[in-house]
């Protein structure tokens, strides 16, 4: 069973980077040929994709955040980060990260953390 844990700052300043960490148990960010990917709920939206790690590494943005947007990770200890920079209270959201299965379907999803934007 692959869990996916979120953890970070749940309140952060406009102009600031956000950042958080996701935690993978029972299945390693690096098997072929899944992919990690970071989503985002704003209150009264729908859910956003911000951005994938495949297992090999390679990244993806969606081209409205890709500006500001900065996924990684570290095999070492099977996470994977997001970084969005200069954050305004339009960035305010629930913050979950996703497995991505080879036929692009999300499979496993964190609880998600609630990150706000405000001074």
């Known amino acids: 069973q692959v869990q996916l844990q979120e953890s970070g700052p749940g309140l952060v300043k406009p102009s600031q980077t956000l950042s958080l960490t996701c935690t993978v148990s029972?299945?390693?960010?690096?098997?072929?040929?899944?992919?990690w990917s970071w989503i985002r709920k704003p209150p009264g939206k729908g859910l956003e994709w911000m951005g994938v790690?495949?297992?090999?590494?390679?990244?993806h943005y969606s081209p409205s955040l890709k500006s500001r947007t900065s996924i990684s990770r570290d095999t070492s200890k099977n996470q994977f980060f997001l970084q969005l920079s200069s954050v305004t209270p339009e960035d305010t959201a629930v913050y979950y990260c996703?497995?991505?299965?080879?036929?692009?379907?999300?499979?496993?999803w964190g609880q998600g953390t609630q990150v706000t934007v405000s001074s």
């Open positions: 996703a497995r991505q299965t080879p036929i692009a379907v999300y499979d496993y």
């Open positions: 029972g299945g390693s960010i690096t098997t072929s040929y899944y992919a």
């Open positions: 790690i495949a297992y090999d590494g390679r990244t």
